[in-house]
């Protein structure tokens, strides 16, 4: 079945090359979920043809160790698959619509590439709490409320990084400028070279590259 589907999945991938055009949105979700799903697959498949070995480790009046541990990794092989296919779809979908909204809006892809690794890094963690729950069968609730205030901590210590992230989104969302624009930020002015997620760059006049915060940059107030 894991050839078979992986055939198929190389012989679609292959249409565009052969056809001269770019690939489609069904062809980009194919190639990234390809290797997940050998994955999940082969771990099923694996657990499937030695379930009936499993059933010789069963002793009378007592559950079957051995088949509940293989199960557990059978579902803990399962979750990581799923976990990765979800995280190779919206890298694949952050690289597309990157790539299609740099031709109409130059600052619009910087909020695809703020949204795309946001949602890559909740997968990440949610993958992480799941993965760690499967193996250990702690409830992870009552363990990330008590997080809580180290949370706050953290949160106080980076309240500059977090300012400039907002600013980042006001950026994007109010386009105060935008890139190979000509403006003047407090004492500075050139033309607009990056922008970033903590900063924005300008190239003065003179030569000179100078990097102001974003939290800086909307606060002082901008020139166009």
């Known amino acids: 079945l894991d050839r078979s589907i992986r055939w198929y999945i190389r012989k ?10 770019e690939e489609t949105w069904k062809e980009l979700l194919l190639e990234a979920a390809s290797k997940p799903l050998s994955l999940l697959i082969v771990v099923y ?8 070995l499993l ?20 579902d803990l092989g399962g979750t990581v698959a799923i976990l990765w296919l979800l995280y190779r779809m919206l890298r694949s979908a952050e690289t597309e619509l990157r790539r ?11 909020l695809v590439t703020i949204v795309g690794r ?44 977090i ?7 006001t950026i994007i969302f109010d386009h105060p400028f935008r890139l ?4 003047r930020v407090d004492k500075y ?5 990056a922008i970033g997620f903590r900063s924005t760059r300008i190239r003065t006049f003179d030569g000179a590259l100078v990097s102001i915060p974003n939290e800086k940059a909307v606060n002082s107030g901008v020139e166009n």
């Open 189 to 193: 002015e050139g033309v607009v070279e």
């Open 55 to 74: 059933e010789h480790f069963a002793r009378p009046g007592t559950t079957n160790i051995v088949r509940e541990v293989a199960g557990g990794f059978a």
């Open 100 to 110: 299609r909204v740099s031709a109409h809006a130059r600052v619009d892809d910087l």
């Open 163 to 169: 300012a400039n992230f907002f600013g980042t989104l």
């Open 12 to 21: 679609r991938l292959s249409r565009p090359a052969e056809e001269q055009r």
């Open 118 to 161: 946001s949602l890559r890094i909740v997968v990440i963690l949610l993958g992480g709490i799941l993965v760690v729950q499967n193996l250990t069968g702690l409830e992870m609730g009552p363990l990330l409320a008590s997080l809580g205030l180290g949370g706050l901590a953290v949160a106080l210590a980076a309240k500059d990084s």
């Open 45 to 52: 498949g694996v657990y499937a043809a030695v379930s009936p």
């Open 180 to 183: 190979g624009e000509h403006i």
